[in-house]
Every structure is written in C-alpha cells, then in structure tokens.
C-alpha cells in the first residue's frame, strides 16, 4: 500500500466497517437475531459493535421481531454491611448462568417497592442518598435515573 493511500485512510474520520458491502440497518437487523448472552463477545469487536450492541436502535428492532429476552432481576444484602445490591442472572453462551453485578446502580433499599413496567423497574422508597427516594432503572442498560 502507498503511503499517499495510507495516509488518505488514517485521516479518514468515519470508523471503517467490518462488513462494508451492508447497510448498518441489516447489521442491526442480525444483531438482533443473535442471543443476548453472546452481546458481551461481540462488543469486544469494535467499538462500532460495542456502540450497536449497547442501542436502543438494537432493542426496538428486537421488540418488533419478537426477538425479546427475559432477564431475572436479584437484590442480595451483604450481611457484612447490611447493604443490598442489585444483580442481573445472565445466561452465558454455553448455557450456564452466573449473577453479575450491576455497578451502575445505587444500593438498593432494604424495603424498598421494586415495580416492573415494560423494560423499566421502578424502586419507591428507603432511598437515604436519593432526595426523590425513588429511582427508574432501564433494564436495557442497566442504568438508573431519579423518578
């Protein structure tokens, strides 16, 4: 390759597609054909699947395929700390299941109300650190904002 030719490509600013003959729309489209427990393997080819991976673009068209996952929600107090945390079960690729942390999120209340809605759980009550004392988590990232 000439270095004119290299140079051109290093200051291109668009990330180069791993698949260029497709649409971004038909990656997204197989994505969200693929188990959910394998999204932790693509996300390490590129920060463009990463990005892919981790949208609500991918989620939507999830949804309209009826390609929707369960996920199973845990709160565990640590009886060393009296502090509750929450947990997501997820489903590895070769069919075992581990409880992972999710980070993200404040301790959870001791008596807390946990209400799912759709793709978000809401958390009424015995929040100290939350001034609202109510938070949404969006399950599809993992995430939490102030009710």
Do not use: W
């Not at 290093?10 to 497709?22: D, G, N, Q, T, V």
């Not at 609500?56 to 640590?78: P, W």
Request: glycine residues 6%; proline residues 6%; positive net charge.
């Amino acid at each position: 390759m000439s270095s004119k030719t290299r140079s051109t490509k290093e200051e291109s600013s668009e990330p180069p597609s791993l698949i260029p003959s497709l649409p971004e729309d038909i990656i997204v489209d197989i994505l969200a054909r693929v188990g959910r427990c394998y999204y932790p393997k693509l996300s390490l080819v590129s920060k463009h699947f990463r990005s892919l991976v981790t949208s609500h673009e991918l989620y939507a068209r999830r949804s309209l395929l009826g390609c929707t996952e369960h996920s199973l929600y845990v709160v565990l107090c640590n009886k060393e700390n009296d502090n509750h945390y929450c947990y997501v079960l997820y489903r590895k690729a070769n069919g075992n299941h581990s409880l992972v942390l999710i980070p993200s999120l404040p301790k959870m209340p001791r008596r807390g109300g946990f209400v799912a809605v759709g793709s978000r759980i809401y958390v009424f009550g015995g929040f100290k650190s939350v001034p609202q004392n109510a938070i949404s988590i969006d399950s599809k990232r993992c995430t939490s904002c102030l009710v």
